[in-house]
């Protein structure tokens, strides 16, 4: 079931598992250019019963941006991508978490009143806000952003998609700020642009 491509990129050859995704390249400028391109950081960590990608996704494809359109941020953060985009971002073999496969992995870590401190990374977050990152989830706050363009929230705030919907037009997603322990829930419009974090199927 697993399909393996081999992708030729100016760095090298890249390889994620033997799972990788076609996506448009990267032109610099932060919006997909139409080159060929692979998603490279799928590389996964157990944690109780569920393998997740370690990494925010970083697949350059359309309805996704680089914080402030500039590719270090996706080199350090990931993409953000829209809701419907988010939905089929993942390469094959892996999915966006519904809602009850985030619960398994918050739960696991003590529950969503302090699984933010044990999942978040322990670099990366301002004003000290890190985390211990107990199980290698290696939590960044990547930010957002919204309809009207402005990005926000990078350094103090990682908003991560679910694949439940709350309405026609909002979607939950799962939250971690710098200055807090948890974990939430929230939802917002499937318009904003958030970062995905890949769960194995």
Same mark, same amino acid.
């Given at each position: 079931?697993?399909?393996?491509?081999?992708?030729?990129?100016?760095?090298?050859?890249?390889?994620?598992?033997?799972?990788? =995704?076609?996506?448009?390249?990267?032109?610099?400028?932060?919006?997909?250019?139409?080159?060929?391109?692979?998603?490279?950081?799928?590389?996964?960590?157990?944690?109780?019963? =569920?393998?997740?990608?370690?990494?925010?996704?970083?697949?350059?494809?359309?309805?996704?941006?680089?914080?402030?359109?500039?590719?270090?941020?996706?080199?350090?953060?990931?993409?953000?991508?829209?809701?419907?985009?988010?939905?089929?971002?993942?390469?094959?073999?892996?999915?966006?978490?519904?809602?009850?496969?985030?619960?398994?992995?918050?739960?696991?870590?003590?529950?969503?009143?302090?699984?933010?401190?044990?999942?978040?990374?322990?670099?990366?977050?301002?004003?000290?806000?890190?985390?211990?990152?107990?199980?290698?989830?290696?939590?960044?706050?990547?930010?957002?952003?919204?309809?009207?363009?402005?990005?926000?929230?990078?350094?103090?705030?990682?908003?991560?998609?679910?694949?439940?919907?709350?309405?026609?037009?909002?979607?939950?997603?799962?939250?971690?700020?710098?200055?807090?322990?948890?974990?939430?829930?929230?939802?917002?419009?499937?318009?904003?642009?958030?970062?995905?974090?890949?769960? =194995?199927?």
């Amino acid at each position: 079931m697993t399909k393996t491509r081999g992708f030729l990129l100016t760095a090298g050859v890249c390889l994620a598992l033997t799972l990788t =995704q076609s996506c448009s390249g990267d032109d610099g400028g932060g919006e997909p250019s139409g080159e060929s391109n692979v998603c490279t950081n799928l590389e996964p960590v157990t944690i109780d019963s =569920q393998v997740w990608a370690k990494k925010n996704l970083d697949c350059d494809i359309a309805g996704s941006k680089c914080y402030n359109n500039d590719p270090a941020n996706c080199t350090k953060y990931g993409r953000l991508y829209d809701w419907n985009t988010a939905i089929t971002a993942c390469p094959s073999g892996w999915h966006l978490p519904t809602d009850a496969e985030w619960d398994i992995l918050v739960d696991f870590a003590g529950g969503s009143s302090v699984a933010g401190a044990k999942l978040k990374a322990t670099s990366g977050w301002k004003n000290n806000g890190n985390g211990t990152d107990n199980y290698g989830f290696n939590a960044l706050p990547g930010g957002g952003s919204y309809s009207n363009g402005n990005f926000d929230l990078v350094g103090g705030s990682g908003h991560w998609w679910s694949a439940s919907e709350g309405s026609s037009s909002d979607a939950y997603f799962r939250g971690m700020d710098y200055g807090s322990e948890d974990a939430y829930w929230d939802y917002t419009g499937k318009s904003n642009l958030y970062s995905v974090r890949c769960v =194995q199927d």
